[in-house]
């Protein structure tokens, strides 16, 4: 199953996995990196982390004994603790999201040849709308990917 990308924040211990995934921004990910290194603004792919997939596939070498005793993180609710996973600075990532986003705004990019624009933004607006509250914050964030359905 192919995975897909959600936004995750940590703002002090309190770590949120927002709900909406991002399968656009997912799709599309190197062109992104394309145009916001092109940009100067960096690669939104630096920003991803796997350690849950990585975990999964861990559990998949397993036998099945041992992976029916695993247990979840009491603070994340997943396989993976906070201090397993990679987070980045919230302003570190908005650098890179405004700079797609206003260039979106104004031109279709060769780099995104044949991707839903309307969708893609609407993607990227949702990442700021979460992150930019918690900017002032210090709190940290990173894309975080999951196995689809």
């Not at 211990?13 to 145009?35: I, K, M, N, Q, Y």
């Not at 900017?135 to 894309?143: M, P, S, V, Y």
Request: include cysteine; charge should be negative.
């Amino acid at each position: 199953m192919p995975a897909c990308l959600h936004l995750a924040t940590l703002n002090e211990r309190s770590f949120t996995r927002h709900p909406e995934p991002l399968p656009v921004l997912t799709a599309c990910l190197d062109g992104l990196d394309r145009l916001g290194k092109a940009l100067g603004a960096g690669s939104l792919s630096q920003f991803v982390d796997i350690t849950e997939l990585e975990l999964q596939d861990a559990e998949a070498l397993l036998e099945e004994s041992e992976a029916a005793s695993r247990s979840f993180d009491p603070e994340t609710g997943l396989v993976c603790a906070l201090e397993d996973m990679k987070w980045f600075p919230i302003s570190a990532g908005m650098v890179t999201l405004e700079a797609l986003l206003n260039h979106l705004a104004r031109n279709h990019p060769r780099e995104l040849k044949g991707v839903d624009l309307v969708q893609l933004g609407a993607e990227l607006v949702y990442c700021e709308q979460q992150l930019r509250p918690l900017e002032h914050e210090g709190a940290q964030f990173h894309l975080h990917a999951v196995v689809s359905d």
